[in-house]
């Protein structure tokens, strides 16, 4: 598993090397996990797209909180999944937008609540799809990523690809820098 120290950095460098990355997700006996295939980064005081631009408030909190945490809220009645991530003393977070299923293909489906005629790729192509399939919602909130007991985890992993980078996907006031990374060509990313 990835330790504290990886996200203990500026969260636009812990978004591009969260690429390629596998999150997995343990449900009682089973075990859920994706390649990580797109991330967002965000920022605190200074970024107008991030949960953290009007200042601490009870539901973001976790922002400011120690590295390497799941941070979780709820837009368009779907749960959207963060790694805490920022250099000390700062603020930060990255979106997981979408991943690669691995294992448990299946319970994702059934998850989804989908036939098992469904382009593969529709499975996790999204950061609500990608956490109604591996079942995160906000009772995982705050659960330390970096812990060997923790039920959502990340793990190195060696693949090679070509990253790409955009402006943040469904944001009206952005930064004025591309902060959305993807790996190129792969049919699971939400939007090319």
Same mark, same amino acid.
């Given at each position: 598993?990835?330790? %504290?120290?990886?996200? /203990?950095?500026?969260?636009?460098?812990?978004?591009?090397?969260?690429?390629?990355?596998?999150?997995? &997700?343990?449900?009682?006996? =089973?075990?859920?996990? +994706?390649?990580? $295939? =797109?991330?967002?980064?965000?920022? +605190?005081?200074?970024?107008?797209?991030?949960?953290?631009?009007?200042?601490?408030?009870?539901?973001?909190?976790?922002?400011?909180?120690?590295?390497?945490?799941?941070?979780?809220?709820?837009?368009? %009645?779907?749960?959207?999944?963060?790694? $805490?991530?920022?250099?000390?003393?700062?603020?930060?977070?990255?979106?997981?937008?979408?991943? /690669?299923?691995?294992?448990?293909?299946?319970?994702?489906? &059934?998850?989804?609540?989908?036939? %098992?005629?469904?382009?593969?790729?529709?499975?996790?192509?999204?950061?609500?799809?990608?956490? $109604?399939?591996?079942?995160?919602?906000?009772?995982?909130?705050?659960?330390?990523?970096? *812990? =060997?007991?923790?039920?959502?985890?990340?793990?190195?992993?060696?693949?090679?690809?070509? $990253?790409? *980078?955009?402006? &943040?996907?469904?944001? %009206?006031?952005?930064?004025?820098?591309?902060?959305?990374?993807?790996?190129?060509?792969?049919?699971?990313?939400?939007?090319?």
């Amino acid at each position: 598993m990835l330790p %504290k120290k990886f996200y /203990e950095r500026d969260p636009e460098e812990v978004a591009r090397d969260l690429l390629g990355k596998v999150l997995v &997700r343990k449900i009682r006996d =089973e075990r859920l996990s +994706g390649m990580i $295939v =797109e991330t967002e980064a965000y920022y +605190g005081l200074g970024d107008p797209a991030s949960r953290a631009f009007d200042g601490m408030k009870n539901f973001n909190k976790l922002m400011w909180c120690e590295p390497g945490r799941a941070f979780i809220y709820n837009v368009h %009645k779907y749960w959207m999944f963060n790694v $805490v991530a920022h250099e000390p003393g700062d603020v930060g977070a990255v979106l997981i937008r979408a991943v /690669e299923p691995l294992e448990g293909i299946e319970t994702m489906k &059934r998850n989804r609540g989908i036939s %098992k005629d469904l382009e593969i790729f529709n499975l996790t192509n999204g950061p609500g799809k990608f956490t $109604v399939a591996f079942g995160i919602d906000r009772t995982l909130n705050g659960v330390c990523l970096t *812990s =060997e007991n923790s039920p959502i985890i990340i793990v190195d992993n060696r693949t090679r690809f070509q $990253v790409s *980078s955009s402006r &943040r996907i469904g944001v %009206k006031a952005d930064l004025n820098r591309d902060l959305r990374f993807y790996v190129e060509g792969n049919r699971f990313v939400s939007k090319k």
